[in-house]
């Protein structure tokens, strides 16, 4: 050894420290690698775990967002089905109120037509009374109850044509009120059984009847226009 130039004792005393060292590596060695092992394990698990998380935290949002979309959604649909019902209420109640508008127009209509035909039924009988008078100072002398009741009639219920075929439905315009027994009177003249009286004091007399665009105008009133005509 000292022709190597070695030191005897201290490579004896080196071999052994390398002996022990080695030796201790042999022991110590596996458990090293068994707990990197293991730390690599938790290591390896922690990282699935993050990612597990991970991946739960972004279903959670995902979740959460599709909630909030549903319930938005939902809030919306429930906005416009309130708009939607609030509209047809108010459509409702103007409606209602243009019913009942016009239900208060026609019944005034109905009631002030009503009340018409009563004061011209009142004063029904001042006009038959001047007829008569106009007939007698015409024909200069009185007249008797029959006559007198036919020319209040004629007056009344004169036409100028035969009225039959007309149609099942007709309209009379008389100047004043009929009685029972002059409205029987036209019936039979027209044949209907439809028929619709009114008052127009402004015909004067007679008969206007429509049926359709059939015009019969047998009133004093275009007597008197036509006889205006030929005096022309």
Known sequence: MEQLGLNGGFFLVQLVNFGIIFAALLFVYPRVLKV???RSSRIAKSLEDARVAEQARANAERDAQHI???QRSSAAHLVDQARVQAEDQARGVLEQAR???EDIRAKARQDAEQ?????LGEVRTQVAQLAIAASERLIGQSLDANRSQQIISEFFTRTSADLKGLGDTVDVTTALPLTDAEKGTIAS???AHNITYRVDPSILGGVIVRSGDRVVDGSIRAGMTAMASRLR
Not at 115 to 119: C, P
């Open 115 to 119: 009340e018409r035909t009563q004061l």
């Open 189 to 191: 003249q027209i044949g």
């Open 99 to 101: 019913k009942d508008a």
């Open 68 to 70: 909030v979309d549903e």
């Open 36 to 38: 990197l092992d293991t």
